[in-house]
């Protein structure tokens, strides 16, 4: 490589691209671009080429080209992007603790969370508690049947001490802009109606201890030099799970608990973590409305959170569009052996969730593991055939990066923490996009995705300048570049 580099450095010295000597000074020959260079990014359909770095393309100011275009218009803002990422789950965890090398695990982590020649994640989630994506079920205060611990004199994380916490702790320190949102999937089984981490609803009487828990969940984490972005008051509240920690929790419940409970006790103890609402599909987008719809709980609320497994993503901008004053975050959906299709997941990842949940307001976009080993796990209960963003080797470490992997870096790689989207063209003869503008150097990123089974040439306009580009049959392509 370095001999390559020297090689092209050389040659750029002994010629400038505009065909005169270094330094020469006088007018552009004629037909030369005359606008900004722009980096050109690419993974097809077929595989061939994974997020790879083409010729770079080149703005002109001549007369707009009279095909489909892409208009990107930085007059029109929206939101502040949170990041990209995925969740490091307990399975996660442990996977790269004790199934890889100390030096794989860096090499690894500084791919996923550091920033050229990494993907630069920035947002993740973990677990509160166990997950099916655990080694075992637990809670951070479990006691024998028929005992209760209403001060939470037993609450501890110590079992996040071996994998996750030095995981995170590590990702943090490569990337410090990361930001981690926490969920529960149950609290302890104390608190419920079924007495167990499997099934039933909150306790009325366990509404202020379960405040209590995140609260110490929260404190603990920062204690740890963890801080905790975000919450989400119940993972999937819909849904009550047969073989793995879940709790149903319907807008009423969660109206309260929210608004006479965990608002109140993290507002006490300026605890500035958001508190999100939902977290569960977008087909039941009532539910989230009946609880923006209470009279005190969505003082407490900051947003709504989405996962993909039933619905449109359109929902979404629905919600938006009836509390604008509430953010949006994408914060699970997973890929696995049920759609196996590298194609078919490429430009249904990166038109749904990359274009289509930030175009709905998404701050941030989360997948769900970001590892996991050959065999789908290791998992406790749950799904069986999940697909992890990479794929870790159990006996030699060794790590396959999965189509979730390159639909995340497209936009991870270019749109940084702080970006704000920008008006872009989308929707048009098979071509999806949504445009971002970098808040440390102006830089933008325009992501387009052709669904089509044809490739399509169309012509990308900004500031007066425009380029033309054919992006292949179900290709994705991110442009980058700097005013």
């Known amino acids: 490589m370095l001999r390559g580099f020297l090689w092209a450095l050389a040659a750029s010295v002994a010629c400038a691209p505009n065909g005169r000597a270094p330094g020469e000074v006088g007018p552009e020959p004629p037909g030369q671009p005359s606008g900004p260079a722009v980096e050109v990014w690419l993974t097809t359909a077929d595989g061939s080429k994974l997020l790879s770095r083409e010729s770079d393309a080149h703005f002109d100011s001549g007369p707009a080209p009279s095909i489909t275009t ?39 982590l500084q791919e996923l969370f550091g920033r050229n020649p990494g993907i630069g994640l920035s947002f993740t989630r973990l677990t509160m508690g166990a997950s099916d994506f655990s080694l075992r079920q637990y809670s951070y205060d479990d006691l024998p049947a028929g005992q209760t611990d209403p001060t939470l004199a ?3 994380i ?22 981690i949102m926490a969920s529960p999937w149950s609290p302890p089984g104390w608190m419920k109606t079924s007495g167990s981490l499997i099934q039933g609803t909150l306790l009325p009487e366990a509404y202020g201890p379960l405040a209590e828990y995140f609260g110490r969940y929260i404190e603990a984490y920062g204690g740890e030099g963890v801080p905790i972005y975000a919450i989400t008051v119940q993972n999937e509240p819909h849904y009550e799970p047969s073989d793995y920690p879940g709790m149903r929790l319907a807008p009423p419940a969660r109206a309260r608990f929210v608004g006479g409970y965990l608002g109140p006790l993290l507002a006490s103890r300026g605890i500035r973590t958001l508190i999100l609402d939902w977290d569960h ?18 003082r407490y609320i900051a947003g709504i959170a989405w996962h993909c497994y039933g619905g449109d993503v359109s ?11 509430k953010d949006a975050y994408f914060t699970e959906c997973s890929g696995g052996e049920w759609a196996a299709n590298f194609a078919d997941n490429l430009k249904w990842f990166v038109r749904t969730l990359v274009i289509g949940s930030t175009r709905g307001w998404a701050k941030g976009v989360l997948l769900w593991n970001l590892a996991l080993d050959e065999q789908h796990g290791p998992h406790t209960g749950g799904c069986g055939n999940c697909r992890g963003v990479v794929t870790i080797n159990s006996a030699s470490g060794a790590v396959s990066r999965n189509v979730e992997y390159y639909a995340l870096a497209h936009a991870s790689r270019f749109a940084r923490p702080g970006a704000h989207r920008i008006a872009s063209t989308s929707g048009i003869e098979g071509l999806e996009s949504v445009a971002f503008r970098n808040a440390d150097d102006g830089s933008k990123a325009l992501i387009v995705v052709n669904t089509a089974a044809q490739p399509r040439s169309f012509a990308v306009r900004w500031a007066g300048q425009a380029f033309v580009y054919t992006v292949p049959a179900g290709a994705v392509v991110t442009f980058s570049w700097k005013s």
Do not use: C
């Open 158 to 179: 110590d079992p996040n001490r071996a994998d996750v916490l030095p995981v995170v702790r590590r990702a943090l320190a490569i990337n410090p802009q990361l930001k």
């Open 281 to 298: 599909n977008w087909d039941e987008y009532t539910s989230p409305l009946q609880v923006l719809a209470d009279s005190v709980a969505p």
């Open 70 to 108: 892409i208009a990107v218009d930085e007059g029109a803002t929206y939101q502040a992007i949170v990041g990209f990422g995925a969740a490091i789950t307990d399975a996660a965890a442990w996977l790269l603790q004790n199934r890889m090398t100390p030096a794989q695990r860096e090499a690894l």
């Open 315 to 325: 929902a979404q901008t629905l919600v938006h569009d009836a509390h604008p004053e």
């Open 154 to 156: 037993h609450f501890s």
